[in-house]
Each structure stands twice: as C-alpha cells, then as structure tokens.
C-alpha cells in the first residue's frame, strides 16, 4: 500500500521568513495530494491541494509542488506569520476523495 | 452549515467497556471515514464507507466496528475498550470523486484507563 514520508518533524523560521515541508510517496498511481493545517485541540483543515496532472499551485502565501518522477511533493509558505504556527499534514490517494494516507506531520513554529 | 459533528469531544473509558462514537455530517459526502491520530503517527484509517450500507476496513480496524444505515451518520463502535485504544479519533467526509479532500469534525479525545 502507500506509504507517506514527511520531512522535517519540527520546522522553526522567523516571521516573514519562508518555510518548506517536503513529502514523499511511494506509490506511483496515486493522483491526489492535499495539505492539512492542525491547530491545537482542532481538526485539520484543508489548506491546499494538488492533482497528479498538475506540476504546481499557488493561493497566495502558499503553494504546492509535485515531481512525479521522483515521487515527491512540498508545500511552500512566504511571508511567514505568527498565525500560520501550527502543525502540517501531507497526504496521498489513489482515489481523489478516499482513504488518504498522511505522513506523520510537521510542527511548525513562527517566531516573532 | 454545521460540516461535520463529533461526539462526544471527551470520555474516559475503564477497559472493557464499550462504547460509541457518533459522526454526522450535513454535506451529502457519500464517503465518510474514522481515522486516530497518534503522536508522531500522523492519522490512521480505521474504517471508512463509500455510501449508505457500504463499509470497508481501513489500516487499523481490529477493535472497533462501524455501520451506514444512513448517508448523514458514520457512528465507531468500540466493542471492549483497551488502553492501546487511548488516541484522538476524527471522522472526515467528502465527495468519492470529486478531488476536494476531506472535511474533518473536531475529533473526540478518548482516555482507556
């Protein structure tokens, strides 16, 4: 089945800094790939996503690139604020709407 | 619009008992899903329905069951509570096909003592 990998576990920029998470994929079929931002004692939230016919998106602070050929997706954020703390969650599907597997997440911290 | 609503937001359990956790949603999602978040674990599938009377097993289902009699509910059922069990617990729903991920409810924190 897939397997997501996330990296790094804990990020730390200063504010207006930018910041990157990197994920991995292991199966080439999947199409699908959606970012999560979780705040504390909350559900993750959709904060951006991609499809596999897709190179890259932007909404703007935030962007998502993928490499399909090296299995491999990040989620860019500039301009980073106080506000955008919280942890980041990568997935990955082979059916768009189902059973997404996620990486293990990323804590990131914006210090003032 | 309320999305989707979990409870209950907490409970502590003594092992063995049981007990359910209830999901709805007001979306029309035909999909709808359990996952547990686990520290440095990310979210794991538990289970997860693709419509009304439709139910599969995700990565981790052994302890817990589910059913769909209706589109709106997706309650998880603990059948004899272990502490293993203790984790924060999220239902998510969204359309099978539509490419817009998931919506997540607010999740239930469980403590199996």
């Known amino acids: 089945g897939e397997n997501v990998e996330q990296h790094p576990s804990t990020l730390s920029v200063q504010e207006g800094d930018s910041a990157v998470i990197k994920c991995t994929y292991s199966?080439?079929?999947?199409?699908?790939f959606p970012w999560y931002k979780q705040e504390l004692g909350k559900g993750p939230q959709l904060i951006i996503d991609i499809r596999s016919n897709v190179g890259e998106k932007k909404d703007q602070r935030i962007a998502v690139t993928l490499n399909k050929t090296a299995k491999h997706f990040s989620l860019h954020i500039t301009e980073t604020q106080p506000e955008d703390s919280a942890v980041y969650f990568c997935?990955?599907?082979?059916?768009?709407?189902?059973?997404?597997?996620f990486g293990p997440g990323t804590r990131l911290s914006v210090l003032p | 619009n309320a999305g989707v609503t979990q409870t209950p937001k907490f409970q502590v359990l003594k092992t063995g008992q049981s007990m359910t956790l209830q999901c709805a949603q007001d979306?029309?999602?035909?999909?709808m899903s359990w996952y547990r978040q686990d520290p440095g674990m990310g979210l794991r599938l538990i289970h997860y329905s693709v419509g009304a009377g439709i139910t599969d097993q995700g990565e981790v289902p052994n302890g817990y069951n589910v059913s769909r009699s209706t589109t709106e509910d997706f309650p998880l059922r603990l059948l004899s509570a272990a502490p293993s069990q203790t984790s924060v617990y999220f239902c998510?729903?969204?359309?099978?096909?539509?490419?817009?991920?998931?919506?997540f409810g607010s999740g239930t924190r469980l403590t199996v003592v």
């Open positions: 979306m029309n999602h035909e999909y």
């Open positions: 998510a729903s969204s359309y099978s096909k539509g490419g817009n991920g998931y919506t």
């Open positions: 199966d080439s079929a999947s199409n699908y």
């Open positions: 997935a990955a599907t082979l059916n768009y709407g189902q059973n997404f597997v």
